[in-house]
Structure formats: structure tokens, C-alpha cells
């Protein structure tokens, strides 16, 4: 373990993959920043730039976007007012009428220095928690981990979207994509109607780029509906120095809030489907419901802004927990992470920490180190960040439509990939206009393979289905399945009751 | 039963017909996976996993179609309304439209020429028509279409498509 460790430390330590390091954990900021941006299409653009990296090297890059990426929405929220990702939606509740009150310095200072916490304490939960995790993995059996994989999708359909049944229909389409090609444990040819583009099956980046860059990116030149987009310029005025020291005391002597919402962020992101964009929003409410003036909240608190980016944060580790103990990742961006790991020749699942624990430890090194890069680049390239909030639509968006189609063709240097991605765009897009939850069809065509794989290794094992309800951690997931969808469903029509009433009351 | 006006109606009535066409689709994709042939050394053949799938799909669909008839009645909208939503989307269409052509023309102009006149074309019908913008334009064009091709060749010895001629 020790010598596995040093390897590790030795390997990410490498001045030559610190810089790599930097440099993807400022360009993390910048694309996250860039509203419309997303870190998942960040962490996509950069999977191509590590294929000639060594394993280890090529994961800290990527887990280096991921970290600053995470914290990059903080500057559009604070100075613009709108959220570069989801991730900092309830950021920009505080940050922005801070910055708007003259102390912007001190909104992004405040914010940073939380993510940073955040990061740390969830590789903290993480180191601790993904070991015997994966040790107790290694013993589940395929009924487990087949019943695991429909607990994962019910619960990503259930939480991702407004409508459970879309969300479930999108997961099952992704299962059946992936179930074009190539059957996994045979081989056995499938559903390619003769065309060679299919042979080789649809592989699972180009979806997640047609689904989650191109149709994101089409989105943003939507004609914008009512108000203007407000230049940074014209709004920001004030102290741009980030009084670090005075942020740092201002967060440690009131421990609580930040811990309390970095911890909520652990647990939510290792929840499947429920990431940054979620644990924001909450962290943000509880740090509202525990606070003795909760009447600040939304005009200037730094609690709010504390609260908010410790929450979106820590979620990288509480999703890699999934990842690396089981080998199932929860959210697209730790989908790309799994491919990234796997161009290597590295299988994901349980075994990874076993088998390779250098590169799982290269993990923990790489996102404590990212988390250092990310407040002192944040810190002294503040005011740069002001101007590279300016970049126009008109340049974002075919850039980086170019850039999905570099990623695209040199996954496996095919041509036919790159009429895939124009077609999955569209479909993509039209699936979001038809308000088709997309996380949970990306993930189904990352899970439906292994869920494939298990179902018929079970019944190779025993041609007795009970199996699947009477194998007592089997039977415990699927009750959780089937408890994830009565709730939603308890959920919506609760919601429905709530909002007849009020318009029953305002109709009065 | 809450009646929706013909404006709001348009994306459910729209998703009625989504759920129709996966519907049909997912059955058609079942019955083809009925048709693979069974195994000899499994229970279960390539087909039966697939066949569950598209049935699943093709069932709550058909079920998404009843709650959604059984809470709003039938979405109504008028072809007038749909085409106005879509004559607003015309920046999107254009550069679906751009994209798709410039994905058929780089395995014949090469990635370098394919993506100048891609970027070029896009950010001119995107920008506004300054001479900064144009300058601006084609320098990003340049740059992103010349400075890939290079990066990826000579540090990471992948080659992008090169023109056919």
C-alpha cells in the first residue's frame, strides 16, 4: 500500500504533470466560467488530449478540469449574475449582490476558498469510504450487480428532469442504443440492418458529446426570452482585492456551515444522477434554515456563497466513490473520467483499487493537488477571469462544435463516428426541446452493457430468476428501486396538490 | 381535466407524437430481436436482453400517452403555431444544418480546410457584421483549424483527415 502510494505521489508530483495540472485546472475555470460551457464538455474536450499520456498523467488532467471546473461557475454567477453551469445556480442568490454591493473580491475570494474546503473534505470521505466499499464489491455476485445497476438508473430517471416517465424512457433508450453492435459476451452481431457505420456499435462518447455538447451548445443560440445579457463591464465596479486572510478566518471560526454543506455534497454526489446542480440548491437551503438571520440570505450573505460552492465542490469526490468502488459512474463527466481510464486498457470496477491502486491513489493525490491549483489560480488571475467572461456566442459555440468533432474522430480514428455525432446531435437536441431528460440516456448506454452483461451471466450461473429477490443485497436494491420511483411519484403528485391549491387561493 | 390554450399545447402534443414514434420504433426493434437466433450454451440468446428493452420502452410509452390524454385530454394546436416555433429556431437549423455538411466534407477537404470554411461560415452568419468581427473571425477560424491539426500531429502523433485530392 505504501509503495503504492509513493508511485503515485512520485508520478502526480512530476513537474511536468503539475504543469499539465495548472493549465487544466485554469482551463476548467475558464469553460465553466463561460456561460453555456459545461464542465462535462470540458472534461469531453480534454479525454482526446490524454489518449498520449500515461495513465496516471491523463487522469490528474482530467480530474484537474473536473476540480476547476467545478469552482468556475462562481465567477459568471458572482460578476454576471448568471450561472456558468447548474452547479452555481444558488451562488449567484449571494455572490452577485455582494459583487453588486462593491466587494466582488470578497464574493469570489469567499467562494473559492469554500470550494476549496469542499474538495477537500469530500477526498477526505472518499479516501476513507471507496476502499471497503470496493473490498465489499469485489464479493457481490451478477444478481447484485445487475440489481444495482436498475436501482441507479430508476434513481437517475427519478431525480434528473420533470417527468419520471420521460427520464425512464430516456434511460431505457440509452440501454437499447447500446445494444446496437457487437452482443457483450458473445459477440453476436445486433440491429446493424447491414450498415457498416453500426458494426462496431455506437460508442458511448460520441452519444455523450452528440447528446450532452452538441445539443447543449444548439441550445445557447436559441433566441434569448425577454431580458438582455448585462456586460461585466458595466456591472462590475468595486474591490477586487480578494482579502484572503480575512476570508479564510471568516470561514474557519464558523465551521459549521461549510462542513454541514460540504458533507451534503459528499453524499449527494454519490448519489447516481444527483451532482453539483442539485447539491447547491440544497446545501444553500439548509445553510438558510440553520442561520439565525435567515433574512440576509439573497442580498449579500457569505454564508449563502459559502454554502453554495462547498456544496457543488465537494461532489467530486462523493461521485468518484461510486466510480472507483463499483465502477459505476453517476453522472456523464465521471463517465468520461471511466472512459479515459479505460482508453488505457485499465478495466473499471471493483478490482481497479485492488489491481491498480497507484492509479487510485494517483486519484486522491491528483483532485488535493487540483484543489491547491484551483484557489491560487482563481486568486491571482481574478481579474483576468473578468475579461474572459466577454467572449462571444458567435465564437464559443462553432469552436467548440469543431473541437467535439476533434474528440469525436480521434476516440478510434473513424470517420463514420463523426455522421454518428451529426445525427445524435440533432436527435439530441430535438429529445431537449421535447424536454427529455438526457443524463439518464447517456448513462443507459454506459450501463446497459454491464446490466446486460450480468443479467446473462446470472442466468448462465442459475436459470432461477428468484434468485434476483431472495439474494438478500439484491432484493434490498430493488425494493430501493421500486421505493425510488413510488416516491417520485408521491413527490409529483404532492407538488401537483400544492400548486392546485395555490391556484385555488389566488383564484379566491 | 385541465385544457391547455393552443400555444401551450404545442410541445405536449409534440411529445404525445414522440411517444408514438418511440413507441413503434422500440416494437419494430423487438420484434427484430425476437429473430436472433437462440444460443446453444446460454438460457438466455443475444436477443432476449434487447427484446425486454424495447418492450419496457414501448410500454411506458403507451402509458405516457394514456396519463397524458387521461390529465390534459387531446394536446390541440395549430400548424401555424408549430411553424412560428420553428422559424425561431432558424439560428439553430443553420448551424445544424452547417455542422452536418461540414462532418460530410472533412473526410474529402481534410480537417484543416473543412474546419476554416466550417468556422469562417458560422461566425460570420453568427456575428455581427463589423469589420472587427470579420478580422476577428477569420484569425479564430485560422487558429483553431491550422492549430489542432498541428497539436494533435506533432505532440500526439494523431493525424486528423487530410484532403482527398
Known sequence: MTDAFLVALGGVTEPYTLLLMAVATFAGIVAAAIPGFTITMAIVLTLPLTFAMPPMQGIAVMLSVYVGGLSGGLFSAALLGIPGTPSSVATTFDAFPMARQGHPGKALSLGLFASFVGSIISIAVLIVAAPPLALLAVKLGPWEYFALIIFALTVIASLVGDSLIRGLIAGLIGIGIATIGPDPLMGRERFTFGYEILTAGIPFLVVLIGMYAMSQLLSELEPAAGDKQPSSGALISGDMRPHLWQTIKDILLKPANVIRSSLLGVFIGAVPGAGSSISNLLAYDQAKRASKHPETFGKGEPQGVVASESGNSSTVGGSLIPLIALGIPGSPADAVLMAAIMVHGISIGPRLILDHPDLVYSMFIAMAIASVFMLLIGVILMRAFLRLLNVPKYIVVPVVLACCAIGTYTLNNRLSDLYLLACIGAVGYLLKKLDYPLAPLVLGVVLGPIAETNLRRAFQTSTDWTLFFTRPISALLLTLAVVSVIYSIYSYMKQRRLMAHRLDATSK | ?165
Request: glycine share 4%.
Open chain 2, 1 to 165: 381535466m385541465e385544457r391547455r390554450s393552443a400555444e401551450t399545447a404545442l410541445i405536449p402534443a409534440l411529445q404525445v407524437l414522440s411517444y408514438l414514434f418511440i413507441a413503434l420504433g422500440a416494437l419494430f426493434m423487438a420484434f427484430k430481436a425476437g429473430s436472433l437466433p437462440a444460443s446453444r450454451w446460454e438460457p438466455m440468446s443475444a436477443g432476449t436482453f434487447p427484446q425486454i428493452i424495447f418492450f419496457s420502452i414501448a410500454i411506458l410509452c403507451g402509458m405516457a400517452v394514456i396519463f397524458e390524454l387521461s390529465k390534459h385530454g387531446l394536446p390541440r394546436t395549430t400548424f401555424c403555431i408549430a411553424w412560428r416555433r420553428l422559424t425561431a429556431l432558424k439560428a439553430v437549423i443553420i448551424n445544424l444544418v452547417l455542422f452536418t455538411v461540414y462532418m460530410i466534407a472533412m473526410p474529402i477537404a481534410g480537417f484543416i480546410i473543412s474546419t476554416f470554411v466550417y468556422l469562417l461560415t458560422t461566425q460570420l452568419y453568427l456575428a455581427p457584421r463589423k469589420a472587427t468581427t470579420v478580422v476577428l473571425a477569420i484569425f479564430v477560424a485560422i487558429l483553431f483549424s491550422a492549430g489542432p491539426y498541428y497539436l494533435f500531429s506533432e505532440a500526439f502523433n494523431i493525424y486528423l483527415p487530410r484532403a482527398q485530392w
